[in-house]
């Protein structure tokens, strides 16, 4: 396949999963939740919008028009995917495909049904992606790797593949700024970034930043229509779990009954934990960012006013160009390695 024949198989798969079926999606979701109890009907459509979000015609030509990728030596590309939301690892395989190269790919365990739905559609729109997908229990015979996982897995990822280029990314999340005056529509758009897939990707708003003086129940009012998500078996089970351990310890918390609030000065906060940290001026907001900038992913605020900020609602519809841990994969991949 040339770059032309890539990128229209990969136009085809978007406008394919665009009009998938409302049986289509239910089937295919069922499936998914099978495997994996995180993975909800809703989570799973909200996944496959987001790809056919990204696989836009002239977003895929402003994309690749980056790269030199008409001539490029085909490698055999390692991918070890993380399995925390429904097709993470979508976007390097696209990468790794699109620049021409051989996925050989390690599913993980806990998201191989969409991500092989994913791969037959390929395959069915053009069979020369046959010889170019492979999943893998062992990742051998690669010229390079990328792994997302863990703190603690990246350093295996890194001592195992110290000898070939590699990208390896770890835990990262991100936030979000209040700056005071924001309507409660606003509001409800920084919802579903907190609890869209329930929290658990990176790109999930884990803590928000509020100036002093912000009243909290202008935001936990607006948020109450995310309160069907306590019904979700494996949510409330951290939910009940968090809010007894804040209880034991004597924390000052705020509670709406599906989400917890603690001020910390940390990062990352547990599944149906929400941290929040005072500022005092931009300069005072801009100093705590920057303690956490290695570990964030995105930072959104109301109609992006904050700068280098995307708006409230969009932080789970990534732009192609958009890459993790901010690492151009496909500047890696057309590499000379």
């Known amino acids: 396949m040339n770059l032309e024949e890539r990128i229209e198989a990969f136009l085809k798969l978007g406008s394919q999963l665009k009009n998938l079926t409302s049986v289509g999606l239910e089937d295919l979701s069922y499936k998914a939740r099978s495997e994996n109890p995180w993975f909800t009907h809703e989570s799973v459509v909200l996944s496959i919008q987001g790809i056919a979000y990204m696989l836009q015609p002239e977003s895929i030509k402003q994309w690749v028009s980056n790269y030199d990728l008409s001539s490029l030596s085909e490698k ?15 976007h390097d395989m ?53 792994a997302t996982g863990s703190d603690n897995t990246s350093r295996y990822f890194e001592y195992y593949f110290r000898n070939i280029p590699h990208i390896i990314r770890k835990n990262r999340s991100s936030c979000g700024v209040i700056m005071g005056a924001e309507d409660p529509t606003e509001i409800i758009k920084l919802g579903s970034d907190i609890f869209s897939y329930f929290g658990l990707g990176c790109r999930n708003i884990s803590k928000i930043y509020i100036p002093i003086g912000y009243e909290i129940k202008n935001l936990m009012e607006p ?65 705590k960012i920057a303690m956490h900038t290695d570990k964030i992913q995105c930072i959104a605020s109301a109609k992006g006013w904050l700068k280098e900020s995307i708006p409230f609602g969009t932080t789970q519809l990534p732009k192609l160009w958009d890459y993790a841990d901010q690492v151009d994969t496909v500047e890696f991949l057309s590499s000379k390695f």
């Open 76 to 90: 055999r590309i390692g991918v070890a995917m993380a399995g925390n939301i429904p097709m993470v690892g979508f």
């Open 94 to 146: 696209l990468c790794v495909l699109i620049a021409g190269h051989t996925l050989v790919a390690k599913l993980s365990s806990q998201d191989t049904v969409l991500m092989q739905y994913i791969a037959e559609l390929l395959k069915k729109i053009n069979k020369e992606f046959s010889t170019k997908i492979l999943f893998e229990e062992r990742l051998k015979n690669i010229d390079a790797m990328i």
């Open 223 to 287: 948020i109450e229509q995310y309160k069907e998500i306590i019904h979700q078996n494996k949510y409330v089970n951290n939910y009940d779990y968090r809010k007894s351990i804040f209880l034991v310890n004597g924390d000052n918390y705020y509670d709406n009954g599906f989400l917890l609030l603690l001020e910390s000065e940390n990062l990352v906060s547990p599944i149906s934990v929400l941290y929040f940290e005072y500022y005092q001026s931009l300069e005072d907001l801009s100093s």
